[in-house]
């Protein structure tokens, strides 16, 4: 019985351990990044949807446009955003906060979400 008990209790164990070890999403955050994109004048609406951490993500609306920017970005997310000036999260970049809204006058070419 004692025998029994032991191996019981070692498969619990085992399998508490194999449940916590397993990689959660490799999402960074769970919603969307609402942002307008194109030249004044000529905008349109699109998204990020459940955006990924291990990697920066270029917009992908402006990529071969190099005179558009994207802007008036609203994270409906749940982690802060970096929101950089140019493609592949290079020069400058200020922060969004979960939940913020940002006007016309931010621009931004490429994202990186906090994780």
């Not at 990689?23 to 699109?46: E, V």
């Not at 071969?64 to 000036?85: K, M």
């Not at 922060?95 to 070419?109: C, H, I, S, Y």
Request: net charge neutral; with cysteine; aromatic share 6%.
């Amino acid at each position: 019985m004692r025998l029994r008990l032991r191996h019981a209790v070692g498969a619990a164990l085992g399998a508490l351990v194999l449940t916590v070890a397993i990689p959660t999403s490799a999402h960074a955050a769970n919603g969307r990044l609402d942002y307008h994109y194109g030249l004044p004048g000529s905008t349109k609406t699109s998204l990020l949807q459940d955006p990924t951490a291990t990697h920066c993500i270029n917009i992908p609306e402006i990529v071969g446009h190099p005179l558009w920017d994207a802007f008036s970005p609203i994270n409906r997310t749940d982690s802060d955003v970096n929101l950089f000036l140019e493609p592949d999260c290079q020069g400058p970049w200020t922060v969004l906060k979960a939940g913020a809204t940002a006007g016309p006058l931010r621009l931004f070419k490429s994202v990186h979400f906090d994780e």
